[in-house]
């Protein structure tokens, strides 16, 4: 049976109705909870602290129902590293000890794998840090070769020993950098700002076409750009020359940074020539030249004439020698007044010849091969020698030929496949060095 309802009735119900429904909506929930936690969280790798916020929302269906409550913040426990630097005389097993773990400790963990003997090879300069547990258990050992690199020894699951590599890349800013040369390049470039390293990398860029004890003349000039290296804000290091000018005599040279699609970096000419030759001019570097190629020089010990095939260059006794050019070492003996000798055999024509030597640097023997300016031996007056210097001779088919004037071949310059690749990838040295040596021209003049 079927009820009817007045009109009116009808009318009142709906308005209760839309009445309840807005008081419903107008009226402030407490089911949602908003609200924003700052959580300091100390981040231990690097001392530093970093604020982060979190927005949390709690929804609850129920008004009865128990309220849930935030999780207490979990904070990271602060590992506890013993840390030593390595110093000269220290061995392995002293630094274990010094951390208060035995050598049953430390051979546990060189045999955990055939890699952990890395650590084994420390150097003076270096550290090694040591993890303990609570129950004074050796966890993990860092060796830090150095500020980008670490070497870490992790003990896994099954307690065994595991090694892997950390490195850390650095920022890199672009430098710039110009001098004028009133006496020496090594003066000039610490004027520039630029330290010993540099000043020897670009001498060794140009030393194929400039001879820096004979041609260098007062108002040379260099300017070139460089890395410079950073880590969390500090300068780590300088980096590479990326291009560099130097103008010699008033003939002007320039060089810029090229990374071959092999990895190997070389430096070029900007038309993409390569700035390396087949030899070095001077296998010492700042030396002076005591005596020429001189077919009729009289003998400082024997006091009378003798052709002089080779130049001599006086240093101070243990400076490094190094190969002027890459080839296999065919003698590294005494060798009659040469005294102490290294000859190096280059292809099939070339010879030259280091004397009066020290010593022989480490792993220099008969039949190693050896790399350009790769150090062979040191300064010494082993032989006929009134004083320590090298007497150094190149020839060509056994004929001697002066190492200042012979004319020296060039390595390959950058295929013509590659060029495209080579402008694309030097440009923009080339423009960042001829735009910093406007600007500082600009600025000197203001």
Sequence with gaps: MTHSFPKKHIFAA?????????????????????????????????????????????QQTDRSATPKTIPPIVTTTIENWNTFSIKSGDTLSDLFLKAGLNDKIMYRVLYDHPDNKTLTRIFPGEKIAFLTSDNNEIDKIELVRSPVESVLFSKNDNGKFSHSIVTRKPDIHVSYSEGTIDSSLFLAGQKAGLSES???????????????????????????????????????????????????????????????????????????????KAFIRTPVDFARISSHFNLKRKHPILHKIRAHK?????????????????????????????????????????????????????????????????????????????????????RVNGVHKNPLKVKLPHAKPVSKSQLARFRLYTDKYLAQLSTFSESYQLAANQ
């Design 14 to 58: 709906a308005f209760i109705g839309t009445l309840l429904i807005i008081v419903l909506a107008l009226s402030p929930s407490t089911n949602v909870n908003a609200t924003r936690i700052p959580i300091e969280i100390e981040l231990l790798n690097n001392d530093t602290s970093a604020k982060i916020e979190t927005s949390q929302t709690e």
């Design 310 to 394: 080779g130049t001599d260059y006086a240093a101070s006794y243990g400076t490094p020698i190094k190969a002027t050019g890459d080839g296999k070492i065919i003698n590294a003996r005494n060798k009659g007044g040469y005294g102490r000798a290294v000859i190096i055999q280059h292809g099939n024509k070339i010879t030259t010849l280091y004397a009066h030597l020290s010593k022989y640097a480490r792993g220099i023997k008969e039949g190693k091969r050896v790399k350009q300016g790769q150090v062979i031996g040191y300064i010494g007056s082993s032989g006929l020698a009134s004083g320590p210097h090298l007497h150094y001779e190149f």
């Design 198 to 276: 540099q000043i020897m990398e670009l001498a060794n860029i140009f030393g194929w076409d400039i001879d820096f004890i004979l041609d260098i003349r007062e108002g040379d000039k260099f300017n070139l750009i460089y890395e410079e290296l950073y880590l969390d804000g500090d300068k780590y290091k300088n980096g590479r020359i990326l291009a560099a000018n130097f103008t010699n005599r008033g003939k002007a040279f320039s060089a810029v940074l090229y990374e071959e699609e092999n990895g190997e970096s070389n430096y070029f000419t900007p038309d993409g020539e390569s700035m390396r």
